[in-house]
């Protein structure tokens, strides 16, 4: 779902930001990517979605090599793809329905369609009844959960997420990742950045980690998709 070979990003100031990273994501897995601050984990996540290119090396996603992607074609790629952030950057004037609607009423999906999906994500995140509440009347894990709504509501192959518990405590932390589970449990393949090896380490995924610039260990990868075939 996920791959990167011998990846390497050097920004004109001449820093590297990543050398030589390899690594595979399994359809219908989830893992984590942790590593000091500055360590290459935001950029890395950025190459998944073209904000970023390599300077060498090729990123693949479903098969497509990134690289040799027109700009056309990268909308599309963004569309299946939800990204969720530390800050989930909410519009204050919109309401949590608002909110959650915003990428299906950009891609232009009919108004019918649009209120189905988002009561389903709110229902999935339990904010279903505050869909007519505004950012500023939610708590901080509640305006996160919005975030994932937000981030899920056009039924994404793939979920990235850039430090997603950093702004909330352990209790709230553990119930971010539990929504995070779920939505792996029903296929979505999910990379998660996170300095937060005490939360990360008690969940049964695998955990990779970058340490400037250098992917130094990949963890044990379980092979998901040779998983799926063997059950079918």
Not at 62 to 78: A, D, I
Not at 108 to 121: F, L, P, T
Not at 209 to 226: A, K, N, P, W
Request: a neutral charge; aromatic letters at 8%.
């Amino acid at each position: 779902m996920i791959e990167f070979d011998n990846v390497s990003k050097r920004y004109p100031n001449g820093h590297d930001a990543l050398k030589q990273v390899s690594f595979h994501i399994g359809k219908g897995e989830m893992a984590f990517l942790t590593g000091h601050s500055g360590a290459g984990k935001s950029t890395l996540l950025k190459m998944i979605t073209v904000i970023e290119k390599p300077t060498t090396g090729r990123v693949f996603v479903n098969g497509h090599n990134l690289s040799q992607f027109s700009s056309w074609r990268v909308p599309q790629l963004r569309r299946s793809i939800g990204v969720i952030f530390q800050n989930p950057n909410l519009l204050d004037e919109y309401t949590v329905f608002e909110n959650v609607a915003l990428p299906l009423v950009i891609a232009g999906y009919r108004y019918q369609e649009i209120g189905r999906r988002v009561r389903a994500a709110l229902d999935k995140v339990n904010l279903l009844n505050k869909e007519k509440y505004y950012p500023a009347a939610l708590s901080g894990g509640e305006q996160q959960r919005v975030g994932i709504a937000r981030a899920v509501v056009h039924k994404p192959a793939v979920l990235l997420a850039d430090e997603p518990t950093g702004n909330l405590d352990p209790q709230l932390s553990a119930e971010i990742m539990y929504l995070f589970e779920q939505f792996n449990q029903v296929g979505v393949s999910i990379l998660i950045a996170s300095h937060d090896l005490a939360l990360i380490g008690r969940l049964q995924h695998r955990i990779m980690t970058l340490h400037q610039g250098c992917m130094v260990s990949t963890g044990v990868r379980i092979d998901y998709e040779q998983e799926s075939t063997q059950q079918e």
